[in-house]
């Protein structure tokens, strides 16, 4: 099937959450959305397919607190391509994922140098929503939409991390003690349960006694065993 201008009519197959971008001699011609596309070869292509399914890219950033110690943070963002801007996501933009990490490395490395380690852990739900507010201010622009931002992992360093647990260990070992010693106080003869009072007689002086001495009867003397 041809006309005038000595092209073919070829068919396309769309997939669902697919949008197809049609161009004619290069330029932009329409947007194809799931189906059958039909278009004029060799004038007209279907230069590209764009996946409208929501995307995840891991952002792993490593930065320093406030208090000086230095923690590695991954943060999950989900975004997908707004299938009506479809021509902004595929001709202004050449590498998203790049786009968005630099914007979330300039959100954590701002946000979370204000914080310290304890506040760093409490303030996950304002990272994220900073991340976002951040990223969808900008990557609207560009055609895509995102979804939501997800701090997966907090760590600090591993000696950082053996110090807490270190110090947490302590307090746990001074807290027991300290309820030891309270039942202790509170109950002072439970300690001596189950022992029993025994008379251990005092040895007696070997030899001959000097003229005139009385000898007297060993003491007895109480004990616990």
């Not at 996946?51 to 997908?80: A, G, P, Y």
């Not at 590498?95 to 140098?113: A, E, G, K, L, M």
């Not at 647990?165 to 300690?191: D, F, M, T, V």
Request: include cysteine; proline fraction near 4%; aromatic fraction near 8%.
């Amino acid at each position: 099937m041809s006309d005038g201008l000595g092209g073919c009519c070829c068919c396309y197959c769309i997939r669902q959450t697919e949008i197809g971008i049609v161009e004619q001699f290069g330029q932009f011609k329409d947007l194809k959305p799931a189906g059958l596309a039909c278009v004029l070869w060799p004038i007209q292509d279907v230069a590209a397919r764009l996946s409208l399914r929501i995307q995840q890219l891991d952002v792993n950033c490593e930065t320093k607190t406030k208090d000086n110690v230095f923690v590695n943070v991954v943060i999950s963002v989900q975004f997908s391509i707004i299938a009506a801007e479809a021509f902004n996501a595929h001709y202004k933009l050449t590498d998203p994922y790049s786009q968005i990490t630099s914007y979330v490395y300039d959100v954590i490395r701002s946000t979370i140098p204000k914080l310290t380690l304890d506040e760093t852990f409490a303030a996950k739900e304002e990272i994220t929503h900073k991340v976002v507010e951040s990223l969808q201010a900008t990557m609207n622009d560009y055609g895509y939409s995102i979804s939501k931002a997800l701090v997966t992992d907090l760590s600090p360093d591993y000696k950082v991390k053996a110090a807490m647990n270190e110090i947490n260990a302590q307090k746990r070992l001074r807290s027991a003690a300290n309820e030891k010693a309270e039942a202790e106080k509170n109950h002072p003869r439970q300690g001596r349960r189950g022992r029993r009072r025994v008379q251990i007689p005092l040895r007696r002086r070997r030899g001959p006694a000097a003229p005139g001495h009385r000898e007297r009867p060993a003491r007895q003397y109480r004990g616990l065993l």
